[in-house]
């Protein structure tokens, strides 16, 4: 991982975060964000001025290109700007490429409100689920931002496919009183090629998400509705 490659080319200069924060004009808290992968250091961004500039430079770039094996490129800004947000706070072991769950994507929404909103959240007894006791759940269903799969069972380890997390995200977007279009298709306009694969419910949701720009297409023709939407792909939605 990154923070681990950073933090064992720092130990072998032996620096302190204090001086490697120095040297690369960055702050020691950047630096511990870093080491603890809950951050990612944008080489663009960075300045050096130290006599150890050939070994630090080297050192940051390898972990900037280890960064692109963990998510793709157009989203480690978004997953920057998503742990500076508190949007990823105690959501456990991000895989950043792979699909993301009913239960994380509610961890993250869950996060977005409590940061962003003054929620007096509600906790919610007993349990409606069987298979799950997590709270951010049962306060996003509570608020109607949420819903199970029926049987009082959440599936919180299922995937999220493109269309759910569409149609979640127009609920949110409600939740938080955002203004918005309230029908964004038009029968004019060449929309996605694979329009007739999204299911009624999810219609609208899908193209107001699209003409506020917060859920776009897989491609420039296609939506993709029935693809599980990645973790990468969860994060930028809320950072926008």
Request: charged share 25%.
């Amino acid at each position: 991982m990154i923070g681990e490659m950073i933090t064992k080319k720092r130990a072998e200069l032996s620096l302190s975060q204090e001086q490697l924060a120095g040297m690369l004009c960055v702050s020691r808290s950047a630096i511990a964000k870093w080491e603890s992968n809950n951050g990612i250091p944008e080489i663009s961004n960075l300045t050096f001025r130290t006599s150890n500039e050939p070994s630090l430079e080297i050192a940051v770039e390898k972990a900037y290109k280890q960064m692109a094996l963990i998510c793709t490129n157009w989203a480690s800004d978004y997953i920057i700007e998503a742990n500076d947000l508190g949007i990823t706070e105690d959501v456990a072991d991000l895989e950043y490429k792979k699909p993301i769950t009913r239960e994380k994507f509610c961890e993250m929404i869950y996060n977005m409100l409590d940061k962003t909103m003054t929620v007096e959240w509600k906790k919610v007894s007993p349990n409606p689920f069987k298979d799950t006791v997590n709270e951010k759940v049962f306060s996003l269903c509570l608020e109607g931002i949420v819903e199970g799969k029926g049987g009082y069972t959440f599936a919180p380890d299922d995937f999220l496919t493109r269309e759910e997390a569409a149609t979640i995200l127009y609920r949110v977007a409600e939740y938080m009183e955002i203004d918005m279009p309230q029908s964004a298709y038009d029968e004019g306009v060449p929309y996605y090629t694979d329009k007739n694969a999204i299911s009624d419910w999810a219609f609208n949701a899908v193209f107001v998400m699209k003409e506020m720009d917060i859920m776009i297409g897989t491609s420039e023709t296609e939506f993709s509705p029935q693809d599980e939407y990645t973790v990468e792909q969860a994060i930028a939605t809320m950072v926008r």
